[in-house]
């Protein structure tokens, strides 16, 4: 066992409110903004419907989770082609697929997105403040956009040795947080299973859309214990429909020996998410596997989400920077996918230019990679 001890860079790059629980752990607060719609694309019968989350109307109430129209069509993110040939890209389906509305919308996220590590959400939001003309609501009230903040409370470590990691809280763990705060269409009322989910954040917001989060790692150190105390302390921020559940799911474990209950549940799931799982090369062969199982077991699964740091580092047997961790987690999963002498699933980089609505430098090593059937 290791007694090797680590820190979250996370840590040092943003001053987080924390209070010492005594028993080695801290409760911190991660505050984000929430995404900001723009008022007109929310259309119901024709008329400009009622403000998103973020919007308020100056002197008046408002529903602000009031819902937006359906016929507005959920865009998918856009997505490049990468350096890597086993990689594949559906960008051009996907832009092909949008309005010339939704296109302006996402370029302006593109004009405004966090590609410097410096700007963060409530910066993006004052720019598209300024660039919007005011609007008026019918009784002439001015409707004012202001950036909504929310926290969430997380109790962890601020550092482990490296096979309690799961106990703090790593860069990937807000990235993804990020996308499912601006694909919050996509992620709304689904079934979602986080894989190496740490102490619980990224699936604490994804229970703010979904219907039902299976939140899952390995029981260690009280591991699930304390995303149960987690889930439990930011209760108040979730969809009022959705259900967590905290169960262990060892990747080391074959999926034919998951416990019948967990096998119930994963039929529905439709997203799978992971962030920062991908760091030992035992443990990656093992993530590897287990989404193989995933892809072929889960009928209604759409998308895997996994979000990773590359971690480059200087070899003098390479005399050059890799990511060795990064690398060998695209060779396996290469071999898996390729083992008929077919692909049978596609993975895709995932464009980085979503906006930043947590406080974290959101570093160029960072990644987002999305695995789905080849045929979707
Ligand atoms: C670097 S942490 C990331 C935690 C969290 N997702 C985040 O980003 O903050 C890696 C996670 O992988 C989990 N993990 C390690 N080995 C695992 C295994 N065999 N099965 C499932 N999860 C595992 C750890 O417990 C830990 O939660």
Redesign the pocket.
């Known amino acids: 066992m290791s007694v090797l001890e680590v820190t ?1 860079e996370l840590y040092a790059e943003a001053e987080f409110c924390s209070t010492e629980t005594g028993n080695g752990n801290a409760i911190s607060k991660f505050t984000f903004v929430y995404p900001n719609r723009r008022p007109d694309l929310d259309v119901v019968n024709g008329a400009q419907a009622g403000l998103s989350n973020g919007m308020e109307k100056r002197n008046g109430s408002v529903d602000r989770h009031s819902e937006r129209t359906e016929s507005i069509k959920d865009y998918e993110e856009e997505e490049y082609f990468p350096e890597e040939e086993s990689y594949e890209s559906d960008c051009d389906e996907c832009v092909s697929e949008f309005s010339e509305e939704q296109e302006e919308e996402q370029e302006e996220f593109e004009e405004t997105g966090t590609d410097d590590s410096s700007s963060n959400a409530s910066s993006q939001s004052k720019a598209t403040t300024k660039q919007s003309p005011i609007k008026l609501d019918k009784d002439g009230d001015a409707i004012v956009e202001r950036p909504r903040r929310g926290a969430i409370d997380i109790e962890h470590r601020k550092s482990t040795r490296l096979d ?10 807000l990235l ?1 947080a990020d996308y499912i705060m601006h694909n919050e269409r996509k992620f709304k009322n689904s079934h979602i299973l ?6 619980g ?2 699936s604490i917001v994804a229970s703010m859309y979904a219907r039902e989060v299976i939140c ?3 029981d ?1 150190g009280g ?1 699930l214990d304390l995303i149960r105390g987690n889930l439990q302390r930011n209760a108040h921020l979730a969809n009022p429909h959705c259900r967590t559940h905290v169960t262990e ?4 474990v074959s999926y034919q020996d998951y416990p019948r209950e967990l096998k119930n549940q994963l039929q529905h799931v439709q997203y799978v998410i ?4 991908i ?2 090369d035992d ?1 990656t062969e ?2 590897v596997r ?1 989404l193989v199982s995933l892809l072929l077991e889960l009928p209604k699964l759409k998308a895997i989400y996994i ?1 990773l740091e590359k971690r480059y580092v200087f070899t003098v047997e390479d005399m050059e920077s890799v990511a060795p961790c990064y690398d060998y987690f695209l060779r396996y999963f290469q071999k898996r996918n390729s083992r008929f002498g077919v692909n049978r699933w596609k993975l895709i980089n995932v464009c980085m230019n979503f906006p930043r609505f947590f406080d974290y430098d959101k570093v160029k090593d960072l990644v987002l990679l999305k695995i789905c059937h080849a045929g979707k």
């Open positions: 979250s309690l990691v799961g106990l703090q809280i790593w860069r990937g763990a993804l986080e894989l190496g989910s740490g102490v954040l990224t899952t790692d390995i260690i591991l799911l060892d990747f080391k992971a962030a920062d799982v760091y030992d443990i093992a993530f287990t979000a």
